[in-house]
C-alpha cells in the first residue's frame, strides 16, 4: 500500500490586515516584512527616547560651529540638560547625525522633508540631557531629547477665533477680514488666519520632543533660546507676533498657544 502525504487546506484570511500601526510611535508598518519591522523597532526607541550625543559629535564642535546657548537647564521633574545650536547645513559626523533626526522628525510628524533651500537658511536648536550617570564629565554620554529647526522668513498671518455666527468678536482682525476670507489652516484643530501678510523675522518649521520627556518644559526651552538667540543681538517676542510655526499638529498647537500667549502666527512652509 503505497504511503500518501497528508495535505493542508490553507485559506486566506483577508480579514486580518498585516499593515500595523505602532501605538507608541505612531508609525506604520508591514507585520513580518523583516524591512519593516526593523525600521519600526529603531525608530521607535529614537522617539521614545533620543539619540545619542557621543564623542565624535563633540570632537567636531568647533569644526561644525556648534554653540552652547544654554550650560544648565533645569526641567520640571529636577534633571538638568544643555542647549547647543549650529548651521542646518551643517557636514561631517554631525551633518550625518542631524539627517538621521531630521529622518526620524519627519516619520513621527508625517511631514515631507526640508528642502535643502530651507536648510541653507535655518538653525537647528538640540536639547542634551545626560544619559548615564559618570563622576567624569569627560565620559558623560548624552541624548538627543529635543530639536527644533528655526528658519529665517519674512511674512505669516495672524491666527484669529474661529468664525461663529451666533457670537461677536471683539478681535480686531476680525472685525476688518469678513469670515469668508479667513484661511482655514487646519479644519480639525480649527485655526483660522487672517489672509494679510505680516513682517514675520523667525518661523519654526519643525519642533520635536521625545515622549520620555514631553511636559517638562523641553520644548519651551528651545524655543526661547531660538528666539533669544537666532538673530544675533536682537532677542524676538512670540507675544507680539515676531515668531510663526507651520502648520502645527495637536500638540504643536498647544505649545504654540501656551509658549506665544496666542501672539505667534503661521506661515506657509
Known amino acids: 500500500k503505497e504511503n500518501k502525504k497528508t495535505l493542508t487546506q490553507l485559506h486566506f484570511a483577508l480579514e486580518t490586515s498585516v499593515l500595523c500601526t505602532c501605538a507608541t510611535c505612531g508609525l506604520s508598518y508591514t507585520k513580518g516584512a523583516p524591512d519593516d519591522e526593523i525600521l519600526h523597532r529603531s ?27 544654554a550650560s544648565v537647564v533645569r526641567l520640571k521633574d529636577g534633571r538638568k540638560g544643555r542647549i547647543i ?4 547645513d551643517v557636514g561631517g559626523k554631525i551633518g550625518s547625525k542631524l539627517k538621521t533626526v531630521l529622518e526620524t522628525i519627519s516619520l513621527a510628524l508625517s511631514s515631507p522633508p ?8 535655518s538653525k537647528i536648536y538640540i536639547f542634551l540631557v545626560p544619559s548615564t550617570p559618570s563622576t567624569s564629565s569627560t565620559n558623560t554620554r548624552e541624548r538627543i531629547v ?13 491666527v484669529v477665533p474661529a468664525p ?48 520620555s520627556h514631553r511636559r517638562l518644559g523641553v520644548a519651551t526651552a528651545l524655543l526661547s533660546a531660538a ?15 515676531e515668531v510663526a510655526f507651520t502648520q502645527p499638529t ?20
Open 114 to 121: 526640508l528642502l535643502p533651500a530651507t536648510l541653507r537658511t
Open 250 to 269: 495637536s500638540g504643536g498647537q498647544a505649545v504654540m498657544q501656551n509658549w506665544g500667549r496666542g501672539g505667534v502666527r503661521v506661515y506657509e512652509e
Open 227 to 241: 528666539a533669544r538667540t537666532f538673530i544675533h543681538g536682537c532677542p524676538l517676542d512670540p507675544t507680539k507676533g
Open 164 to 211: 461663529d455666527p451666533n457670537m461677536p468678536s471683539n478681535s480686531s482682525e476680525r472685525e476688518q477680514t469678513p469670515s469668508s476670507q479667513l484661511v482655514n489652516v487646519d479644519p480639525t484643530l480649527g485655526i483660522f488666519c487672517s489672509p494679510s501678510p505680516l513682517p514675520t523675522p523667525l518661523g519654526i518649521p519643525r519642533l520635536f520632543v521625545t515622549t
Open 43 to 69: 525608530h521607535c526607541v529614537r522617539v521614545q527616547r533620543g539619540m545619542d550625543w557621543a564623542r565624535e559629535e563633540e570632537k567636531e564642535r568647533i569644526k561644525a560651529g556648534v554653540e552652547e546657548i
Open 146 to 158: 529635543g530639536c527644533v529647526i528655526a528658519q529665517r522668513i519674512s511674512t505669516a498671518m495672524a
Open 85 to 88: 545650536c549650529f548651521k542646518a
